[in-house]
């Protein structure tokens, strides 16, 4: 079993950044596509992007494109997901999850989730 605990989150200002990391424990985390989704209150998660094994190709969601960037230390078991220029509508609890697979858009695809971490932006 794969654990997943995210870190990073708080409340900021509109237009400042933040960086959420995620650690794994229990797999090859060298071996997972690593995703981070979102879900605001009364909305469905949605999807933010996902990192390929061995940092080979990132892709994010339209929304967050020029803006996150994701990276990964496999040597620390850790993604990371920094966050520039947020903006209110980025308010939500962010998720970070594991596939075994190659990695999709679908958050049925990933296997583990971690508890989330709320991040709030005000204008």
């Known amino acids: 079993q794969v654990q997943l605990v995210e870190s990073g989150g708080g409340l900021v200002q509109a237009g400042t950044s933040l960086r959420l990391s995620c650690v794994a424990s229990?797999?090859?985390?060298?071996?997972?596509?690593m995703g981070w989704f979102r879900q605001a209150p009364q909305k469905e998660r949605e999807f933010v992007g996902f990192i390929r094994r061995s940092n080979l190709g990132t892709y994010y969601a339209d929304s967050v494109k020029g803006r996150f960037t994701l990276s990964r230390d496999n040597a620390k078991n850790t993604v990371y997901l920094q966050m520039n220029g947020l903006k209110p509508e980025d308010t939500a609890a962010y998720y970070c999850?594991?596939?075994?697979?190659?990695?999709?858009?679908?958050?049925?695809?990933?296997?583990?989730w971690g508890q989330g971490t709320q991040v709030t932006v005000s204008s």
């Open positions: 229990g797999g090859t985390f060298s071996s997972l596509v």
């Open positions: 999850a594991a596939d075994r697979s190659g990695g999709t858009r679908n958050l049925g695809s990933y296997e583990y």
